[in-house]
């Protein structure tokens, strides 16, 4: 199948681990995009690349050669599997990152800033948090803690494959950088997303957690250290010159600011996702990383919020977005505010504004007609997110791809889609169907 493109996603659990074979003019191009998965299992992980090689051609030094490493944001079920080890052997011509890797862009002051805070309230809420809200804290703080999946594909994977520094990719990376294709006019690699004013567009400004904030980089930075000052963490036993009342406040306090500023620092670096749009010989594939979207303000993008980056890539690159795709990976694992598309309001029946991007994407076929298009979800329910994937969206995406299932059977004590209902493949439950072991669900284009 030399004249296909292959996309293979990888059954890693939660996470996203993606392999594209792209056909090129003499030549074939190797794409990967994340490998990670909660709660990192990286012998499953290794596993993956394992069988990766096997796609992999030589290097001519002995190992093997991968033309281009996405990591689409630092997120550990994106980029756990990220180990020297476990990429041995194989050379890595070109790596992009997400812009929330970069520890030195002057446009994401605040946003940096807002993760230090967020650390630090976490901390100071662990040492006095009991019972699941000290696991939620926990976890929450692990999650923001990645100094050294950081380091490692900041620094130590782009020196030893000697292509330091790596790429900071966004929607204004000149094209002339993100040329990877010999046949540039039928194959290109788009960036539709993040746009590179991160702290105006996603991390909100003006008032947001802090009224004294002022807008700017620079302003949120100063803003969020004064509302998560860096000192000593507050003891877990109450202080003996505050009241039982007053002392219970300020834990209440602490906790919402702190579970605060780690959910905004979460959702903003799902937002700041590397959003990529193949295009190859007219087909068109859109890997959206967990970018989200956003109901507020009616969906309205303005500078100095916390805008969803479906919203301002809707704002920004519509022309990109307004034709129907070949194939959709499915974002964040199914999860209901990652992919653009609400229930219609119950009592009027209204269809929600943010639908019509999925409208325009994945276009419910005619009566009569059978869809054509694709799409596929890398996920798994967990007992921490029962709700990914969303039945709902689910239900809704079965209804507009040609790869639907009817077949997947689910827990019942969770949210689910009915057994005879069509819902896109998952890789979570794919054996199922197939009857044997499923490592990776695989879908191929034609010229």
């Keep these: 199948m030399a004249d ?22 003499g030549r074939e191009v190797h794409v990967l995009i994340d490998c990670g998965n909660k709660p990192g299992r990286l012998t499953v992980l290794k596993q993956c690349i394992q069988d990766l090689k096997t796609k992999l051609p030589d290097d001519g030094l002995g190992g093997k050669r991968l033309d281009l490493l996405v990591v689409t944001h630092p997120h550990e079920d994106h980029h756990t ?38 650390q ?47 790429l900071y990719v966004t929607a204004q990376t000149p094209e002339a950088d993100l040329l990877t294709f010999n046949d540039h006019t039928k194959i290109r690699l788009k960036v539709l997303g993040p746009t590179d004013e991160i702290d105006a567009y996603y991390v909100g400004g003006k008032g947001l957690l802090d009224p004294r904030n002022a807008p700017g980089s620079q302003g949120m930075a100063e803003g969020y ?34 579970l605060a500023a780690a959910e905004l620092a979460s959702r903003t670096e799902n937002n700041l996702s590397v959003v990529l749009l193949l295009e190859w010989h007219g087909k068109r594939l859109l890997f959206p990383g967990d970018a989200e ?56 029946q209204k269809e929600h504004p943010i639908s019509q991007i999925l409208d325009a994407l994945l276009p419910r076929p005619p009566a009569g007609a059978q869809p054509t ?36 059977v689910e827990d019942p004590a969770r949210p689910h889609v009915p057994v005879g209902q069509p819902q896109p493949q998952r890789t979570d439950l794919e054996a199922q169907v ?14």
């Design 4 to 25: 296909h493109l292959i996309v293979r996603m990888y059954n890693v659990g939660l996470g996203d681990c993606i392999y594209l074979l792209i056909p090129d003019a």
């Design 81 to 118: 599997g990220f180990e020297e080890d476990i990429f041995q052997g194989i050379k890595i011509d070109r790596i992009w990152l997400g812009p929330a890797f970069d520890l030195a862009n002057p446009k994401a002051k605040g946003f940096r800033a807002l993760k230090d805070a967020a």
């Design 120 to 166: 630090r309230a976490l901390r100071d809420l662990s040492r006095i948090a009991l019972g699941e809200l000290k696991a939620e804290v926990d976890d929450l703080l692990f999650s923001l803690t990645k100094r050294q999946a950081l380091e490692m594909l900041n620094e130590t994977l782009p020196k030893k494959q000697g292509i330091y520094p790596p």
């Design 225 to 258: 250290a004064r509302l998560f000052p860096d000192q000593a963490p507050a003891e877990a036993m109450q202080p003996a010159n505050i009241s039982t009342q007053d002392y219970r406040q300020l834990r209440a306090r602490i906790g919402v600011n702190a």
């Design 293 to 348: 979207w956003s109901g507020s303000f009616g969906g309205e993008v303005k500078r100095g919020r916390s805008n969803g980056s479906w919203n301002v890539m809707w704002q920004e690159r519509r022309a990109d977005l307004s034709q129907p795709l070949h194939f959709l990976k499915i974002g964040h694992h199914g999860s209901e505010n990652a992919t653009p598309w609400a229930p219609p309001d119950e009592k009027t």
């Design 373 to 408: 298009a694709q799409a596929i979800a890398s996920t798994e329910r967990t007992g921490r997110w029962p709700s990914i994937p969303d039945p709902a969206l689910m239900a809704e995406i079965g209804s507009r791809v040609a790869n639907a299932r009817t077949g997947y």
């Design 434 to 447: 197939t009857g044997a072991a499923a490592p990776y669900i695989e879908v191929s284009f034609p010229k």
